[in-house]
């Protein structure tokens, strides 16, 4: 496997002239996990050779490097699709002021409201909205993409706009395109949308003549890269999540106090994550009445609602989102860093050839990595074949009270791991790996 251009920036010591174009709808940032695969990946061209075309999300941070936010004019029937969205906006403002304290007051404005809302929410679940409003390359967008002159079009999908994008421009500009895929998103895009309306093929044509126009194609994972190839008739390459920062332990695992030790999450509570959270709580909260004390301390952006009884829980300590710099010291401090997987069959179907963003940091806290997910999840069965965690794939309080007597009792197999764990990280997720590939 060679990535050609991230080699090439490399071996010019980060001089290189060669320039990436990312095409990923949430702006690269340091408070999203799966930009920052992006910016690892491509950590020396940052911020001088890197430029971005992009959509959504919230823009928290003033990028370094150029950007171009899919506008109106980007798009066919623009003006049609500035005030749908306009108002889209608007209802789901005013959607939310109701949630907040309003709702006795204006019941029949809610109700009004909430038509169009739902409706807007069904329209972009089935696909329409992509359909109807197609990105084309505007010539706001021809003078970017021209005065930036990319070398290579990164492209990672996710919804139609995406995928078609990518392609539109390798067709006007010449340019190759690098496809990653970091989720199996595809069998799964707009599965909501009635059949007759054929969206499933639509997805379908689109994503493979991504893959055909692509010069180099890329999963995060052996697995998916393998599957990939029966699925799509097309040869993958493996590139795992890097990262740059210095590792911060001595590569021994830490002494564990009994009376009090500490179990780690930082990231996002998405994706059912926060049920292994709980389930993790339960398990502290009964070894706590056997005279093992420890503490669960959880960093993350937010608490979904369904998750409020992680606030009442005594084991449970919640700290706001850490910023990505804070990530690696922080975790570094605790006895073991728990990264949770959903059981959920609908989840689990569209994770179980990813790897988690947060496994490789794991790796190199120098705390004993417990894994917690159902079998045959591409991050479980990462952890399990190369013995980087502990891993727990039954749902349930005791498995984790299992694990967690086993890190604390047995010191020896602790230090197994975590040797283990840095040396999988060199392997497969350091800087000097990532050259390789």
Partial sequence: MNLSYQTNIRENGGSSSLRVLVVTKTLISERDGASLSIRNWFHDAFPSNIAQIYSGGAVTETPAFPTHRLGAADRRFGRVFSLLKGQAQKAEELHESVCVGEAQKTKLNGLIMEIPRRLGKLILSMGIWEIVFKPRISPELDKFIQDFAPDVVVAQGFDLGFTWLPVQIHEQFGVPITTIIVDDWEPYLYRDAPRFLGMRGVVRRAFVRLLRKSDRRYCISAQMAREYGERYGLPFEV???????????????????????????????????????????????????????????????????????????????????????????????????????????????????????????????????????????????????????????????????????????????????????????????????????
Avoid at 245 to 260: E, H, M, Q, V, Y
Avoid at 281 to 299: F, N, P
Avoid at 355 to 378: C, D, E, Q, R
């Fill in 239 to 437: 590139l795992m999540q890097t990262d740059h920062r210095r590792l911060l332990n001595s590569g021994r695992a830490k002494t564990f106090d009994p009376c009090r030790f500490v179990v780690a999450y930082s990231g996002s509570l998405g994706l059912k994550r926060w049920e292994g959270l709980r389930d993790l709580a339960d398990a502290l909260a009964t070894l706590s009445k056997q005279g093992v004390s420890g503490e669960l301390r959880v960093y993350a952006p937010s608490l979904p609602a369904e998750a409020v009884s992680l606030q009442r829980h005594h084991m449970v300590k919640l700290f706001p989102h850490l910023p990505d710099a804070q990530v690696l010291p922080v975790l570094s401090e605790a006895d073991v860093v728990f990264l949770p997987e959903s059981f959920d069959n609908a989840i689990c179907k569209y994770i179980r050839l990813s790897v988690s963003t947060k496994a490789h940091l794991y790796m190199m806290t120098g705390a004993v990595p417990l894994v917690y997910g159902p079998a045959g999840i591409g991050t479980v069965e990462y952890a399990r074949y190369e013995k980087w965690g502990m891993v727990v794939s039954e749902q349930g309080a005791e498995g984790l009270i299992g694990a967690l007597r086993s890190i604390v009792d047995d010191r020896a197999m602790a230090d197994r791991i975590v040797g283990t764990a840095l040396k999988v990280f060199e392997a497969n997720h350091a800087p000097a790996s990532c050259a390789k590939i």
